[in-house]
């Protein structure tokens, strides 16, 4: 999509801290980290939010979720744990309209959030 910050950092139109890519996916630090380890997940095609996914999107959606994970212990986070968290829409917090998971980590999350 044209006008997506994402889709632009996906493509590499707009910079950012990518710590991984490939065809499908892209991972790259949060630029407003709201946590020592922040960075977000997101899969290349350009999908609004997790409540437009269906079926066919299902093993994206998987393998989204196992990378944030791998990435996560790769930055140290294993042994006290992260958080995965995908905003949706207004009441969700999103504020950018292309689907990403948030792994947040390095001191504790309060919970529940406000
Ligand atoms: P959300 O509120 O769930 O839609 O989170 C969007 C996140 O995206 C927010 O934490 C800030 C981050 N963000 C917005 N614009 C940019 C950008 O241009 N570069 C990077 N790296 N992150 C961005």
Redesign the pocket.
Known sequence: MTDC?FCK?AEGE?P??KIYEDEEMAA?????PQAPVHF?VIPKKHIKNIMEVHDDHSSLLGRLLVKAAELSKELGCEEKGARFVV?CKEHG????DHL?I?ALAGRPLEWPPG
């Open positions: 910050i950092i707009i950012s801290k790259f630090h949060d630029v407003s977000l905003n917090g999103q504020t950018v990403h948030h």
